[in-house]
Structure formats: structure tokens, C-alpha cells
């Protein structure tokens, strides 16, 4: 983590990205919660995928060069593309499509492209709770987008400039464990580029 160089608040246009082709219901009622309580204020948020929940006005047009045709011949948003407006964010979206699921890509693509991941799944001692807002640790999702949106400037660059892993973890055992899982695999390749 000594190459995680800081980086400053001002460089970020949007304040909160989602970016998800399933729906999943709990996630677009966080999604809802966030932009209600944004939506009068300079705080943009952005939804790049088909899911907007409420707020289709968030969405973001996406020229058809940064479309990818899938096996279902529907256009999916690139990986590069989706990377370009995280990065230009402040928060990013990481729940998973299941409560009791252990991380998967989507923190670990949020820590790549050093947006804060706002994340909902089963919490894994491998990141650090210094750079990630969990959804566990609040009583109900309204406290948390409260909690959220009333952060500071202070308070949000120190957590986008906070090292994302804990110390005493083996990141590389913790990921051999999971060879079954390739695109974990995939991404493990991400964390090693931020640490080395």
C-alpha cells in the first residue's frame, strides 16, 4: 500500500455511482434513500446500467461505443467505461446481490478505482472499515444514507486516502482459497496492482 498515493476531493464529479444489471430490491431502496436526500442539493448521483430505481433522470447516456453486445444480444456498459465514472466518484454502490454473500468484484472494483465503496453483503476482516462505508454497522439504510450525506469533506478524503486492506491479512492465501471463483481470481490481479 505505499504506492496508494492520496488523492483530493476536487478531483471527483459525482458524488455517489450505481451501476447494476440485476435488480435486486434492497439495493434500489438504498439507491432511492440517497438520491431523495441529494437530489436539492450540488451532490450529483449517477446510475449507469439499466437500474435507476426511482430516478431515471440519474441515468447517465452512454454512447454506443462504450457498449458491449452480450450472449442475450442486450448492450452492456464496458468494464473501461464503468471504471471512468467510478472514478470520477465519490461513493460507489457495492451491495451484493445476496445479504449473507462474502465480498466479491464490486469492492474490489470500487477500491481500484479509488471511489468509497458503500458495501452490503457479509463483512470479511480482509478490508479495512476505515475506507469503506458497511451497511451492517448502521440500524436501518435511512441512518446510513444520513450518516452518508452529512460527512465532511475532511471526513470523506480521509476515508478515500485510507489504506483499504488490513494490515495482518494475507491477501494472497485469502484469494488462492477462492481459485473456483474466476472472476475474484480476475480481480485479485486489480489488488495486487494497487499494492505493488
Known amino acids: 500500500y505505499k504506492s496508494f498515493k492520496n488523492i483530493k476531493l476536487n478531483k471527483k464529479e459525482?458524488?455517489?455511482?450505481?451501476?447494476?444489471?440485476?435488480?435486486?430490491?434492497?439495493?434500489?431502496?438504498?439507491?432511492?434513500?440517497?438520491?431523495?436526500?441529494?437530489?436539492?442539493?450540488?451532490?450529483?448521483?449517477?446510475?449507469?446500467?439499466?437500474?435507476?430505481?426511482?430516478?431515471?433522470?440519474?441515468?447517465?447516456?452512454?454512447?454506443?461505443?462504450?457498449?458491449?453486445?452480450?450472449?442475450?444480444?442486450?448492450?452492456?456498459?464496458?468494464?473501461?467505461?464503468?471504471f471512468e465514472y467510478y472514478k470520477k466518484s465519490i461513493f460507489c454502490i457495492c451491495m451484493e446481490n445476496i445479504i449473507d454473500s462474502s465480498p466479491t468484484e464490486k469492492?474490489?472494483?470500487?477500491?481500484?478505482?479509488?471511489t468509497i465503496p458503500i458495501f452490503y453483503g457479509t463483512s470479511c476482516d480482509l478490508f479495512n472499515k476505515d475506507a469503506y462505508i458497511d451497511v451492517n454497522d448502521f440500524e436501518n439504510f435511512d441512518k446510513c444514507v444520513d450518516y452518508i450525506v452529512n460527512m465532511s469533506d475532511t471526513e470523506i478524503e480521509k476515508m478515500l486516502n485510507t489504506n483499504p486492506f488490513n494490515e495482518n491479512n494475507d491477501l494472497w492465501y485469502y484469494f488462492d482459497d477462492t481459485k473456483e471463483c474466476k472472476?475474484?481470481?480476475?480481480?485479485c490481479k486489480l489488488v495486487k496492482n494497487i499494492l505493488n
Open 14 to 82: 459525482y458524488f455517489c455511482v450505481y451501476c447494476f444489471k440485476n435488480p435486486v430490491n434492497y439495493r434500489q431502496d438504498f439507491y432511492n434513500k440517497l438520491v431523495e436526500k441529494t437530489k436539492n442539493t450540488n451532490k450529483k448521483c449517477i446510475s449507469l446500467c439499466k437500474n435507476h430505481g426511482k430516478y431515471p433522470e440519474t441515468i447517465i447516456k452512454l454512447e454506443d461505443k462504450y457498449k458491449e453486445e452480450s450472449n442475450t444480444n442486450n448492450l452492456n456498459i464496458t468494464h473501461d467505461h464503468k
Open 107 to 114: 469492492i474490489i472494483q470500487a477500491i481500484h478505482n479509488r
Open 183 to 187: 472472476m475474484l481470481n480476475h480481480h
